[in-house]
């Protein structure tokens, strides 16, 4: 099962909210965690984020809020997750705290890194338009389908 980061769930939980509301609407970082009863400092911080990589824009002041900038279609899962994550290793044999301990010896290592690069893969063509508004499931492509 896929993990997701907390500040990547905010991410998505804001963006779904965003593009669920009129175009023109601003839509402040406390509406938002109010409405869904989330902590504001990390989902302000993952806001500003997101305005930093043009995913949303910013308006300041008394009145000011969020609105979407880019169009949901354009964006990949993985590109979000790269962006509040700031993380970009495909490396599965890699952690914060260094390369596994098993490393050298893993007879599971070419396995689970073919793994992680077709959910890697599966994860840049899924665009957050399609994860969050569609209401079809989406589904993995079968074995078969990955070797092609």
Known sequence: MLKLNKRVEYALISLKFLAECQADKLISAREICDRFHLPF???????????????VHAIK????????????????FMSLS???ERQNGLNPCETHQGICEHAID????????????MVHDYLE???I????LTEK???????????L
């Open 41 to 55: 400092d990390p989902v302000a911080k993952v806001l500003q984020q997101m305005n930093s990589a043009e995913i």
């Open 61 to 76: 002041g008394v009145k000011g809020g969020y609105i979407l900038k880019q169009d949901l279609s354009t964006l990949s």
């Open 82 to 84: 790269r962006i509040i």
């Open 106 to 117: 893993c007879n599971i290592q070419a396995p689970v890194k073919n793994l992680n690069r």
């Open 125 to 127: 063509g899924l665009s």
């Open 129 to 132: 338009k399609d994860l969050l």
């Open 137 to 147: 499931m989406n589904t993995l492509p079968t074995h078969s389908e990955a070797q």
